[in-house]
């Protein structure tokens, strides 16, 4: 993390009260890490970096201790591991069969082969007769 940023970030958290690592082990979480670079990620275990860091270490700056073991950079962003909330990219989990899917995930689409492959004597997905589209 650039100097800049450093001290930026480190207005912000003096303003906001970052949460130490002396915290999310009281509450049992790891630290997720997110490489702004590559955009690899992982949770740490906290027990580690309370022997190294100590318990008033503040989480937001624990990324600038660390170095990408995807790409090897060092801009990485740090926030404690809350439970539940899934992969970055969709936050839900995958449905168990059977389930339905949670309601902002996306469907396919219902056709999902052109009417023109349709076999003459059945219809479409949708009903249509082949070779008809509805508009």
């Known amino acids: ?4 940023k450093e001290s930026a ?5 003096a303003r906001l009260g970052a949460a130490t690592l002396g915290e999310l082990a009281a ?12 955009g690899h990620n992982a949770v ?4 580690r970096l309370l022997g190294e860091l100590g318990a008033a270490f503040p989480v937001p700056e624990v990324g600038g201790r660390l170095r990408c ?4 950079g060092k801009d990485i962003a740090t926030r404690p591991a809350w439970p ?8 839900a989990p995958d449905p168990e069969p059977g389930e339905s ?9 219902a056709d999902t082969q052109p009417d023109t492959l349709a076999p003459a004597d059945q219809t479409t997905a949708r009903g249509d007769p ?6």
């Not at 970030?9 to 958290?13: P, T």
């Not at 073991?69 to 090897?72: I, Y």
């Not at 539940?84 to 936050?91: A, D, E, F, K």
């Open 27 to 38: 509450d049992g979480l790891g630290v997720f890490c997110w490489c702004n670079r590559c």
């Open 9 to 13: 970030q480190r207005e912000v958290d």
């Open 84 to 91: 539940g909330l899934g992969p970055v990219t969709s936050h």
């Open 1 to 4: 993390m650039g100097r800049i």
């Open 101 to 109: 899917p949670a309601p902002n995930a996306e469907r396919p689409a």
């Open 44 to 47: 740490l275990e906290i027990g």
């Open 69 to 72: 073991t995807g790409c090897g």
């Open 130 to 135: 082949p070779g008809r589209r509805r508009g």
